[in-house]
């Protein structure tokens, strides 16, 4: 996988894109919420004609990117000290460190309530707090999985040959073209609705791999609301 930093010119504006390579027939372009742009490219198809295809959209382009700057600057990296909030299924709670024997976490009245460290230890504190995100998400993403695949008309059809949680950087979730589901553990900090849109959007993709005309069909055929879970998510995720 080859990848590139390309710009175009597009009025007085320069759009720069971040262009990568695979074997295929189509050309995608996607703003991601950072506001950077990512161009998937068939492996033949020149510099050229790329920066053609990215200036026929630039208007496009900017517009996405003026929609996710209102939700910058975005949520401020945790630091797991005690009294901080964070996130589970759309939720806040607040960080609560307690005396005990054996180091734990769980959710009480509010509170991710961390056992058996010291109050000051934000590292030990981090690790035990992502640990508990990890082991939520496969329980909650497996169990959404189960709820998402209802909605098409041949669940059977729609079943991944994999369900993987995995750390992105840019994205929720991915279906790869062998059939399987990746999942960003972060996700599980967004409501569950959120949730399902993010997994609905790539079983979709079973059925058609690309974002033309033919997914995006099926995709309001099984999730009439899908655009208002999708704003939520980046709203809330911000």
Known sequence: MKTMLCDVEYGSRVI????????????EISVLPDGSVRVVAPSDATVERVREKVRNRGQWILS?????????????????????????????FRLKVQPGSLQKVRLRRGFIEVEGVDFHDARTIERLVRAWYLARARDQFHRRLLMCRRQFHDPEGFTPTEIRIQRMSTRWGSMSPNGRLLLNPDLVRAPVDAIDYVITHELCHLAVKNHGPDFYALQESVMPDWKRRKERLEQILA
Request: with cysteine; aromatic share 14%; charged share 25%.
């Open 16 to 27: 720069e894109f971040v262009l990568e390579r695979r074997v295929r027939s189509t050309l």
């Open 64 to 92: 996405k990117q003026r929609y996710f700057a209102q939700f910058l600057p975005r949520t401020p990296q945790r630091c797991y000290v005690p009294g901080e909030t964070h996130l589970y299924l759309g939720r806040q």
